[in-house]
């Protein structure tokens, strides 16, 4: 599976950001995709995941109320829509893939990984 996340920017706190990533490859199907993120100096971060087959979602409890994962079947995409951003949201975000059929938070359980998309908010 090769993933590519896009979508990031700069937008000032209180918009909104939608994020897409592309899964190239294997069928989508099997898979469990989530978002993490990593600021400068931190961990990189559980943001939020769907499982493709079970429709499971999960998220970061800062962000569940701001923030809603949705999938395109047809098209292999997960989108990451962000609203009511914060100048914490600030962070380079990642798209994975996890063979996890309910989804999972930890990223240790994600073996496909895409390259970044920059996220920042100003205040």
């Known amino acids: 599976v090769q993933l590519q996340a896009s979508g990031g920017g700069s937008v000032q706190a209180g918009g909104t950001l939608r994020l897409s990533c592309v899964a190239s490859?294997?069928?989508?199907?099997?898979?469990?995709i989530g978002w993490f993120r990593q600021a400068p100096g931190k961990d990189r971060e559980f943001v939020a995941t769907?499982?493709?087959?079970?429709?499971?979602?999960h998220f970061l409890d800062s962000v569940k109320d701001r923030f809603v994962i949705s999938k395109d079947n047809a098209r292999n995409v997960v989108y990451l829509q962000m609203n009511s951003l914060k100048p914490e949201d600030t962070a380079t975000y990642y798209c994975?893939?996890?063979?996890?059929?309910?989804?999972?938070?930890?990223?240790?359980?994600?073996?496909?990984w895409g390259m970044g998309t920059q996220v920042t908010v100003s205040s």
């Open positions: 769907i499982s493709w087959s079970e429709g499971t979602i």
């Open positions: 994975a893939a996890s063979t996890s059929i309910f989804g999972t938070r930890n990223k240790s359980e994600y073996s496909y």
């Open positions: 490859g294997r069928t989508f199907g099997t898979y469990t």
